[in-house]
C-alpha cells in the first residue's frame, strides 16, 4: 500500500522480539525516514523488499541509544530491487535480544 505524500507514524517497543511497519510501501524512493532509538539500546532498521516468495533484506542502518537518523531513501539503497515493488520496515536491538524502542515517521 502506498501511501502517496503522507507521512507515516512509527512507534513501538520491545523487550526483545522484532518489529515490522505495518504497511507496505510502494515507491520509496526519494522518501525520507527519521527514526529515533530509545535510551535503552542502539537499534538497527531494515528496508526489506516483500518479493513474492522471498522477502530480502536491501539496506540496514543503525541508530545508536538516545539518537536519531534520517535518511533520504536513494534507488541504490534498494539493492537492485523494483523501484514500484513492496517495501517493509524491520526494527531490532543491536545486539539482537535486547530491550528497544523506536519512533518516528516516513514520508
Known amino acids: ?6 507521512a507515516y507514524t512509527v512507534n513501538g517497543s520491545s523487550n526483545s522480539a522484532t518489529l515490522y511497519s505495518n504497511y507496505y510501501f510502494k515507491d520509496v524512493v526519494g522518501r525520507t525516514f527519521n527514526f529515533n532509538a530509545g535510551s535503552s539500546n542502539r537499534i538497527t532498521v531494515d528496508l526489506v523488499h516483500k518479493g513474492l516468495i522471498i522477502q530480502s533484506v536491501v539496506s540496514t542502518w543503525t541508530i545508536d541509544a538516545g539518537s536519531s537518523k534520517t535518511v533520504k531513501i536513494k534507488e541504490s539503497d534498494l539493492d537492485g530491487k523494483a523501484t ?6 524491520r526494527f531490532n536491538s543491536n545486539p539482537l535480544g535486547n530491550r528497544y ?7
Open 1 to 6: 500500500m502506498g501511501l502517496g505524500q503522507g
Open 101 to 107: 524502542s523506536i519512533s518516528g515517521t516516513f514520508k
Open 84 to 89: 514500484d515493488a513492496n517495501y517493509y520496515f
